[in-house]
T-cell receptor, first 110, second 114 residues
């Protein structure tokens, strides 16, 4: 099993739609979880950290389920500008490294 | 402006010719890291550094070296590049490894080894 797996995608959704991405991880000792966004050929940028209690930032909501070892990202009212690849990032087995998932590509269509 | 810079941005080289990709950050960050990104494989961590003179291997360290003599700089060295090291490389830094600190990424270096 890979350390971090994500929905394969791509997701093609109309503007205004709600879309959810899932990510599973294998390291039960992981303490840090993040969602990053990457535009084509650009550097990844932090979208949000994921806390045990879940967190929300505007149209974006992240959830963590430690028992099932998955995190999720919900995007409401999708905008064209949300089109990007979304990367799930989890603390690695060494406790000081990070493991990125392969990413899920989202295309929001007019 | 807070940023991570990488040089060069693009590099085409030949097998076996030693090269260095520089990375510098101006945010006084303790943690720095190198990743490579390949189609279908995502971002994979090559090396990371918790602080000056402290470096550790990531998931794909073979064929690479790093050094951390100063807090702001973390160069990536390819002693004898091979074609399988053709990739997009990102340097990143964060305030510390403590949970919740985001990584800031440089703009990337696209390396082609022929």
């Amino acid at each position: 099993r890979k350390e971090v797996e994500q929905d394969p995608g791509p997701f093609n959704v109309p503007e205004g739609a709600t879309v959810a991405f899932n990510c599973t991880y294998s390291n039960s000792a992981s303490q840090s979880f993040f969602w990053y966004r990457q535009d084509c050929r650009k550097e990844p940028k932090l979208l949000m950290s994921v806390y045990s209690s879940g967190n929300e930032d505007g149209r974006f909501t992240a959830q963590l389920n430690r028992a099932s070892q998955y995190i999720s990202l919900l995007i409401r009212d999708s905008k064209l500008s949300d089109s990007a690849t979304y990367l799930c990032v989890v603390e690695g087995n060494y406790g000081q490294n990070f493991v990125f998932g392969p990413g899920t590509r989202l295309s929001v269509l007019p | 402006e807070a940023q991570v810079t990488q040089n060069p941005r693009y590099l085409i080289t030949v097998t076996g010719k030693k090269l260095t990709v520089t990375c510098s950050q101006n945010m006084n960050h303790e943690y720095m890291s190198w990743y490579r990104q390949d189609p279908g494989l995502g971002l994979r961590q090559i090396y990371y550094s918790m602080n000056v003179e402290v470096t550790d291997k990531g998931d794909v360290p073979e064929g690479y070296k790093v050094s951390r003599k100063e807090k702001r700089n973390f160069p990536l060295i390819l002693e004898s590049p091979s074609p399988n090291q053709t990739s997009l490389y990102f340097c990143a830094s964060s305030l510390s490894k403590v949970a919740g600190y985001e990584q800031y990424f440089g703009p990337g270096t696209r390396l082609t080894v022929t």
